[in-house]
């Protein structure tokens, strides 16, 4: 019985316990911290670090119900299996490719010639999904100088980021109830 597996004891034990459950951690602190007016830097960081949670958990349930089903899959590898399903379920892959970009500060990739990582320019690195700003206005006036105000945001959500990962919660819910969705048969 999946119940007496525990929250890691099987892919769909891990979707209910973990992934739907770390994203509706996240949204519940979003529409909190909206309804309570907590917009500043430090709330946004904690939005971002709950959203960075849920993203991990949903890219995670693919290796859990590789090797789980791995004598039902045939010949394939993990990598093997995960394109096959990326063909299947794009979206998968988007999600694939965010949790990549957010997990590694700098992505590489292999040299054939040298055999050796070099940094891949082509992908997205962490830095570049996230978008802080410093504002600075300066006033300038004959009675009272020159004055400067300095400020620093964290814009969050990002809505690119926002659709893809709502875009999985209803997938992997989708998932879950009886439906047509076949991963054994990609």
């Known amino acids: 019985m999946e119940v007496f597996k525990g929250p890691l004891g099987s892919h769909r034990n891990f979707i209910n316990h973990m992934a739907l459950a770390n994203y509706q951690d996240y949204q519940t602190l979003c529409g909190l911290n909206k309804e309570n007016g907590k917009q500043q830097t430090p709330d946004k960081y904690k939005e971002f670090r709950y959203f960075l949670n849920a993203v991990e958990s949903f890219n995670n349930i693919l290796d859990y119900f590789y090797y789980e089903n791995e004598s039902e899959l045939g010949d394939v590898n993990l990598t093997q299996f995960k394109r096959k399903v990326f063909v299947k379920y794009p979206i998968l892959e988007e999600l694939s490719d965010l949790a990549n970009a957010y ?65 999985v919660f209803l997938f992997w819910l989708d998932y879950i109830q009886p439906n047509d969705v076949d991963l054994i048969n990609v």
């Open 103 to 167: 997990k590694h500060c700098i992505r590489e990739k292999r040299e054939r010639r040298t055999r050796t990582f070099v940094k891949n320019t082509e992908l997205a690195w962490a830095k570049d999904l996230q978008k802080p700003e410093i504002n600075v206005d300066i006033n300038i006036s004959h009675e009272s100088g020159v004055g400067a105000n300095v400020t620093y945001n964290f814009n969050w959500p990002i809505p690119e980021n926002e659709k893809i990962i709502n875009n």
